[in-house]
């Protein structure tokens, strides 16, 4: 396992994200923006069963609960 530290890169794209989420009136939970941010700032795929993955834009989201 390779431990990647959130840089301030994160950070910028975490605010970005809720941003665009709030414009659309589709928030998400915080922790999960914190998780998206970081997955495409490192370029990784997201694997997980939470559908509101979807609504952030940009972000390779595989959904496991199809």
Not at 10 to 37: E, H, Q, S, V
Not at 56 to 66: C, F, R
């Amino acid at each position: 396992v390779t431990v990647v530290p959130v840089s301030l890169a994160t950070a910028d794209r975490f605010g970005r994200i809720a941003a665009a989420l709030r414009a659309k009136g589709r928030p998400i939970p915080t922790n999960d923006i914190w998780i998206a941010a970081h997955a495409m700032e490192t370029g990784a795929d997201l694997l997980s069963f939470d559908a509101h993955f979807r609504e952030v834009d940009g972000l390779a989201w595989v959904d496991l609960s199809s």
